[in-house]
């Protein structure tokens, strides 16, 4: 079946401008997660989200970060006023809902490349 | 906080040429220990998953085992196929939090 989706693939902006980047989750999969892999560094959690209940925002590392994600499905995370130490790789993941006694697996997407000149 | 260390950072394996990957963690209560293969310019790819100490797991040419302290990738005769960097991680809360990797490099 289909994966995780990102998009765009690549993505060039200019210092203080916004971005917008987007995940496609596996359907059927109610938890989507957001990460950024710095060159040279190991991936860093950004924010979850589990069906209906609040996301657990407490990776996001300024308030230029947000995140939504709309009727349970994509996602879409925005950088306000980009700056030159936001440039990574944004990686999207899914899995099915989190329960008591063992987490699920989660699947990544591809990640978008974000370069801030 | 939940810590995950990985070691080595890189490794040069002629093909054929079997070793090991180490994955070395703290956690308040293990729930988990995943391993995911990296290959440049895209995502992590799930491998496994641990659940319990003594647990071992396989797949082609790799076998995954657990203990109380740490995990072990064990890469059986690899292939060229198999360079990537391997991830492990441990599941913290809602997130996972990730190792650094090891470089894996089989030269033919």
């Known amino acids: 079946g289909a994966g995780v989706s990102q998009s765009p693939s690549n993505k060039v902006t200019e210092k203080g401008k916004d971005v917008e980047l987007r995940c496609d989750p596996i359907?059927?999969?109610?938890?989507l997660y957001w990460y950024r892999q710095s060159l040279g560094q190991g991936l860093e959690f950004l924010i979850y989200?589990?069906?209906?209940?609040?996301?657990?925002k407490s990776g996001l590392p300024s308030d230029r970060f947000s995140a939504e994600r709309t009727g349970g499905s994509v996602s879409t995370l925005t950088i306000q006023r980009t700056q030159q130490e936001d440039s990574a790789v944004y990686l999207c993941a899914s899995s099915l809902a989190l329960i008591a006694g063992g987490p699920y697996e989660q699947y990544f997407g591809p990640g978008t490349r974000l370069t801030v000149t | 906080e939940d810590q995950v260390t990985q070691s080595p950072e890189a490794l040069r394996l002629q093909e054929g040429e079997s070793s090991s990957l180490n994955c070395s963690y703290t956690?308040?209560?293990?729930?988990?220990l995943f391993w995911y293969r990296q290959d440049p310019g895209k995502g992590p790819e799930f491998l496994f998953t641990?659940?319990?100490a003594g647990e071992e797991k396989e797949k082609e040419r790799l076998k995954a085992t657990l203990t109380k302290k740490e995990s072990f990738l064990h890469i059986t005769a690899p292939k060229p196929e198999d360079s990537a960097t391997y991830l492990c991680a441990v599941p913290s809360g809602s997130r996972l939090t990730f190792g650094e990797g090891t470089q894996l490099t089989v030269n033919p």
């Open positions: 359907s059927g999969h109610t938890a």
């Open positions: 641990l659940y319990s």
């Open positions: 956690v308040s209560g293990l729930r988990g």
């Open positions: 989200f589990q069906g209906n209940s609040a996301p657990d």
